[in-house]
Each structure stands twice: as C-alpha cells, then as structure tokens.
C-alpha cells in the first residue's frame, strides 16, 4: 500500500455476476462496520469475457439482500492485468482463478498478492491443495449453492478484515 493510498482489494471470479460481486458486497459491509470504509476500496472482475456488462445473476442478488446487505447495483468487467500492479490483495475464488491471475502477473511481487478467498477461513482444511479451498460455482445450482457461496464468504470476511487491518497499521 502506497503511503496516504486506499489499501485496494480486488475479488475475482469467472464471468463477475455470481461469486466475486457477492464477495465485493459483503467486505465493503464488513470493513465498513469496523470504520475502514474510508481506508480500503473493494472492487470485483472476471477472468473470462463471457458475461461483460451484465448485472449480477438475480439469485446473488437475492442472497445478499436475504442476508441483510444493501442492493448493489452492478455491471460484470474483466481484469486487465495492469489492475494487478494497482492492487493490494487480489482474492480469487477458486485455483484455477488464481493460476490465469498468476499468469497475468508481470512481476513475482503482484504474484504474491494474489490469494484463495478461503485461505482466510479458519473453517478451511490446513495443509491442502489449493484445490480443495476453491468456492464453487452457484451459477449451475440453486439458491442452496448461492447459501453455500455465502456462507463461504461471510465466514472469511472478518478474518480478511483482520489481515487487511495489521497492513495498514503497519503501513
């Protein structure tokens, strides 16, 4: 994090309507909730070009709102590499989103900011492949696939928090 600069926190999954925006929604409440609304800006992409544009799938929608959180209005866009360069933590939802984010990667330092969504889950297993952390896509289930997701990412928002906080108050 530059000196006087919001940290900056990118979510990522495949197409940006289902998994990453829901992760966008529920830090931006969390950090918000703990006063760092003003110090830590929180966006969302896609690896693939396949939904650009499009809002976030109705059933995400519906599970934040289900949840508590504020209606986000939302529009699906892919990461540009250079985005990389220009964020803090980069958080991918699953492995494979993690390796095409690697190998956007131009320098190791923007390598080593990127990290699985549930390595920050205490729930998680320790000591397994990336694999086994990866949050599926709800996209091809129902609205219990949309709670999985969800529960997922509500149980590694506030560890996120913590992480995110300890950089910045270490500068």
């Not at 492949?129 to 997922?152: A, C, H, K, R, V």
Request: negative net charge; proline residues 6%.
């Amino acid at each position: 994090m530059l000196p006087n600069h919001p940290y900056r926190i990118l979510t990522v999954c495949t197409g940006n309507i289902c998994r990453s925006p829901i992760a966008e929604v529920v830090l931006a409440e969390r950090f918000a909730a703990n006063g760092l609304q003003d110090r830590v800006v929180i966006d969302s992409g896609a690896i693939s070009s396949e939904e650009l544009g499009n809002p976030m799938d109705p059933r995400a929608r519906k599970v934040l709102l289900a949840h508590g959180y504020p209606d986000h209005r939302h529009s699906a866009r892919q990461v540009d590499p250079a985005w990389l360069g220009e964020r803090d933590l980069v958080l991918a939802m699953t492995s494979g989103h993690a390796a095409a984010l690697r190998r956007l990667a131009v320098t190791d330092e923007e390598r080593l900011r990127i990290r699985l969504y549930r390595e920050f889950d205490p729930a998680s297993p320790q000591g397994v492949s990336e694999q086994e952390l990866d949050i599926n896509d709800p996209w091809y289930g129902d609205m219990t696939d949309f709670e999985q997701t969800i529960s997922y990412i509500e149980a590694g928002a506030d560890p996120i928090v913590d992480f995110v906080r300890a950089r910045i108050e270490a500068g």
